[in-house]
């Protein structure tokens, strides 16, 4: 398989609006935006532009919809790359196929989203069956990150920093964290996705305590219930 195969080049559409972040997140996002809206006269004064982020925390709270929405901002591509999808048994085939990746995303001044990105970037410790290879894999990708141009932007997610090496976690500039939405974050997100379906549909308790990914399919099962108990009713004979 040609290793480009494992980017999906996303085409939806995600604005900033249709990301829900806490205060200091959205903070975050918004000086990292401008940053690169405003390169130029940034780097006259020779201050460095953040191009290599960190999303890390929980799944299903908005990583990769955050990646998108920054790329929608940015006006640039974005490709994702699922990096379980991508390792191989041969840790220099990995190797090898991670730096056509970069290079094609650092071509296309585009928006390199790496997700699970813990999948390659573990602590290099002496329990690993081979470690020296695994070593060599994280050399790699030091080396990748630290001669991605400016131009361009680096984004990874995991759901498990504490495994990822220190010499890797010290090349972001910038690491955000994602934890379980509050009640009234997710409220916000709710009033979102009901917004489309009629006042009836959205009569149901809602749950909290859980991700936005566990929201929306608890929105969705609940609405398609009460739907079919509509129609049902609808279709009996008087």
């Given amino acids: 398989m040609n290793v480009f195969d ?6 939806e559409v995600v ?16 000086q990292l935006i401008k940053e690169h809206q405003y390169v130029d006269e940034l780097t006259k004064y020779g201050l460095p532009i953040n191009n290599k982020i960190l999303l890390q925390g ?15 901002a940015l006006g640039k591509p974005i490709l994702i790359l699922n990096l379980s999808n991508i390792v191989s048994s041969r840790i220099g085939e ?9 290079d094609k995303a ?19 410790g002496n329990d ?7 070593r060599r894999l994280v050399n790699t990708i030091i080396q990748l990150i630290d001669y991605y141009p400016a131009n361009a932007l680096l984004i990874a997610a995991t759901n498990h920093a504490e495994i990822i090496d ?3 976690m010290r090349r972001f500039q910038l690491r955000i964290n994602f934890e379980m939405p509050t009640s009234e974050i997710l409220d916000a997100y709710y009033d ?15 749950q909290y305590l859980i991700s936005f990914a566990e929201a929306k399919d608890f929105a969705f099962t609940k609405i398609k219930s009460l739907l079919i108990a509509k129609l049902e009713k609808e279709e009996k004979p008087l």
């Fill in 192 to 206: 979102k996705l009901l917004i489309p379906f009629p006042t009836d549909l959205q009569n149901f308790e809602r």
């Fill in 106 to 124: 650092a071509r296309e001044k585009a928006v390199l989203f790496l997700d699970e990105f813990d999948q390659i970037g573990k602590e290099r």
């Fill in 166 to 168: 220190v010499a890797i």
């Fill in 94 to 102: 990995t190797s090898q196929n991670l730096k056509q990746i970069f």
């Fill in 15 to 30: 604005s900033l609006e249709d990301v829900f972040l806490n205060k200091y997140n959205h903070q975050n996002i918004e």
């Fill in 6 to 11: 494992l980017i999906i080049t996303d085409k």
């Fill in 58 to 72: 929980h799944s299903g709270c908005g990583k990769t919809t955050t990646a998108k929405a920054i790329a929608h």
């Fill in 128 to 134: 690993d069956k081979d470690v020296g290879e695994m």
